[in-house]
């Protein structure tokens, strides 16, 4: 896998120009899971900042996950039997995790944007086991995913799942524990070493402390209890006083703002455009710190941030173009989006996904480790390159079976080429729009685009039934719209393209 250098030097000045076909699908790809052939072809033409604007407002408006009835359930609502119990726990997970998997592939920008949440303010499900501590989790995350920064980091680490997870509910005032203080500040908000000491660490694990009340039932919602918080004075950052929580959170977002402000959008940068922030030639540093700028003194809100990032030149730039790899989940949520296959996805086929996405690296609900899952360069190795081959494959090769859909594949490719060549007789025309959706810049060589060719053009069509703009001395007799093996051929060079390098970027 070719790595990209980021030479990208536009500026964050507004994009003015109308979105081309290519940027349309660039801008879909990085704030949601992709999208249909009809949704690029309806953004092609259109002004960026206002399609950001509204894609800005229905993210900002989207309803989180409805509750699911066990929610607020604690151990006493669930089987006395430990196998029927476990059994029970794991039925809910299922149903979660497809319920929110579902979300990813519909809700564009705002689950993106819980979904990069999630990577950040990591906790992991088999250490809580938990279900009602997840579903506040997710529910944390879907509210704040582009709100308020500073609300966001108070409320997350009172959540049961992270109080759990870093250790919160051991954290007595007689004998606090550092772990979620350390990573507040490591992983959260300054980044490792930035801007704080092991003083700070341990003075704040103290005002932090008191959150231990875990009751006798199990699985019951964390809450408070002032007896066990530490009353000492602390000195955070330089100010000392009997803080608390709340305190922690002022202090830190005061004292350390402009860290704060760089960490997380140096992080948004290298997630939503290049993961290649650092090298001192490229023009990152200075579209980071312009974000800051507009973080800090905008009171740590992220929407202006986005906002400000999406509409960019720097952003629609050819150099912020296909330079990220796909996720596991990238993979497949944004094929089925692009293809439009089976669009009343059923439950297996999202299973699947979510199952095929946990072998490849990316298990739901738990990343490896309090760092999260590293992207990028990381889901490309020898095991996963042959994994997101293979089960791609079995995907594709699950909608050409489709008995309700016999004829989904000609119906992709008709969309692709437009109903203006929806009687093409060229093949050509056909593979290169194909190639067009579903890979960020089309294939890297003209070779590479040969291959394609042969992979569509299937020994049992001969060549002369092609029209002539393809075939010298063709007759046209192979019609797109019409031509019996027309599916076969597109699954066949779907099934190729699935194991190009194009087709892992996005």
């Avoid at 966001?152 to 680490?157: A, T």
């Avoid at 009171?299 to 202006?304: D, I, K």
């Avoid at 330079?323 to 999202?350: A, G, M």
Wanted: glycine residues 6%.
């Amino acid at each position: 896998m070719e790595y990209f250098i980021n030479c990208n030097t536009s500026s964050l000045a507004p994009y003015n120009t109308s979105l081309d076909a290519q940027r349309a699908a660039h801008l879909y790809r990085r704030l949601g899971f992709s999208a249909s052939v009809q949704t690029i072809d309806q953004a092609t033409g259109q002004n960026s900042t206002n399609l950001v604007d509204s894609l800005i407002t229905e993210a900002r408006n989207k309803p989180t996950l409805a509750a699911p009835v066990w929610a607020d359930w604690n151990n006493s609502n669930y089987s006395e039997d430990d196998d029927q119990r476990g059994a029970e726990i794991r039925s809910q997970q299922e149903e979660f995790k497809l319920s929110y998997t579902n979300s990813l592939l519909s809700n564009n920008l705002r689950d993106r944007l819980s979904f990069f949440w999630s990577n950040h303010f990591v906790t992991e499900l088999d250490v809580y086991n938990c279900n009602s501590f997840l579903y506040h989790y997710i529910n944390c995350l879907q509210r704040n995913a582009m709100g308020n920064f500073k609300t966001f980091v108070s409320e997350i680490g009172l959540t049961s799942a992270m109080l759990y997870y870093l250790d919160g509910v051991y954290n007595n005032g007689n004998n606090p524990n550092e772990n979620y203080a350390r990573e507040l500040y490591e992983l959260f908000t300054l980044g490792e070493g930035n801007g704080y000491t092991e003083e700070d660490i341990i003075e704040t694990a103290k005002a932090l402390s008191g959150y231990v009340v875990r009751g006798e039932i199990g699985c019951e919602q964390v809450l408070f209890d002032a007896s066990k918080f530490n009353t000492e004075n602390k000195t955070i950052f330089g100010r000392t006083g009997n803080w608390g929580y709340n305190d922690v959170i002022d202090i830190l977002f005061e004292e350390r703002g402009d860290q704060i402000g760089y960490f997380i959008c140096k992080k948004l940068y290298e997630f939503f455009v290049h993961p290649d922030s650092t090298d001192e030639a490229n023009n990152a540093k200075t579209i980071i710190d312009g974000l800051t700028n507009t973080f800090v003194s905008g009171g740590f809100n992220l929407e202006p941030v986005l906002g400000q990032l999406f509409k960019s030149q720097h952003f629609f730039d050819d150099e912020a173009i296909g330079v990220i790899i796909k996720s596991p989940f990238d993979i497949y949520l944004n094929f089925i989006n692009e293809t439009s296959f089976s669009l009343d996805v059923n439950n297996t086929t999202i299973g699947s996904i979510i199952n095929y996405s946990g072998l490849l690296g990316q298990d739901l609900f738990d990343p490896f480790d309090v760092a999260g899952w590293q992207r990028n360069r990381d889901w490309i190795n020898t095991n996963f390159m042959i994994g997101r081959w293979l089960t791609m494959e079995t995907i594709i090769d699950g909608f050409f079976q489709d008995p309700d859909n016999p004829d989904q594949f000609r119906t992709f490719a008709i969309n692709a080429v437009g109903s203006a060549n929806s009687n093409t007789s060229n093949p050509e025309i056909v593979v290169r729009a194909i190639i067009n959706k579903i890979t960020p810049k089309g294939m890297f060589t003209e070779q590479e685009f040969d291959n394609a060719m042969s992979a569509f053009l299937i020994e049992d069509v001969p060549e002369e039934y092609y029209s002539p703009d393809y075939y010298p001395g063709g007759n046209s007799t192979w019609v797109l719209s019409m031509w019996p093996s027309v599916p076969l051929q597109v699954q066949i060079l779907l099934r190729h393209l699935s194991r190009q390098p194009e087709f892992q970027l996005k």
